[in-house]
């Protein structure tokens, strides 16, 4: 999946490039968005999960030169982890991580419609680092309870190993400009992660741990160069 996801984005690299073939004004627009990301780990040995919600925010710039076409960099701050999931007569217990990571997303920008009004897709590589995490839980992890039913407990007393992450990210959005300089964008994307969290050598317990998010998300953005008629 991951290969076939690689081969997608550089398709569609290609073909946005290849149409981008009028020229325009210029556009060079900075802004800021706020959302939320809908997280959880892609992981094996298996663990029972549900999406945990976090805070999403960040600045972004996105330069035009071309009709249909342009790219955007981000700089964001986004929550991601997982809550897990008890059953049967283990449902008074609760466990959840947040990880927080400092993310940069590099993407193509390609839309379409009228200038007042446009639907875009935007798919790229992007890199991010995790500054912190927190763990939340109603026992103590250091003394695991014995649960009822057969569940993954060896991560409960594991930290994150790689604080570097890579993957990939895409999403779908509308953009609605206010003035002809301003502009409001509501995008939901979806990040598959390529890096682990933990240690995946032979030897190591977790042979995969990535991250896999969901975003929503609302932008403000202005533009400071071109189509100001």
Known sequence: MKRTLIILTIILFSIANSSAQKKIDKELWFGAKGGVTFSQLSISPSIKQSMEMGALGGISMRYIE????????????AEKGWKEKFKDSDTQYKYSRTLNYIELPFLAHIYFGKKSFRFFVNIGPQIGVCIGEKTKSNFDINSIPKFATNRETTHYNMGGDKPFDYGLTGGLGCEV????????????????GLADIFNNKSADYFSVSSNQSILVSLSYIYNIKGRKK
């Open 66 to 77: 071309e009709r249909f076409f342009g790219i955007i960099l981000e700089l964001n701050y």
């Open 177 to 192: 400009r206010i003035k002809n300089n301003h502009a409001i964008m509501l995008e939901g994307r979806y990040y598959f």
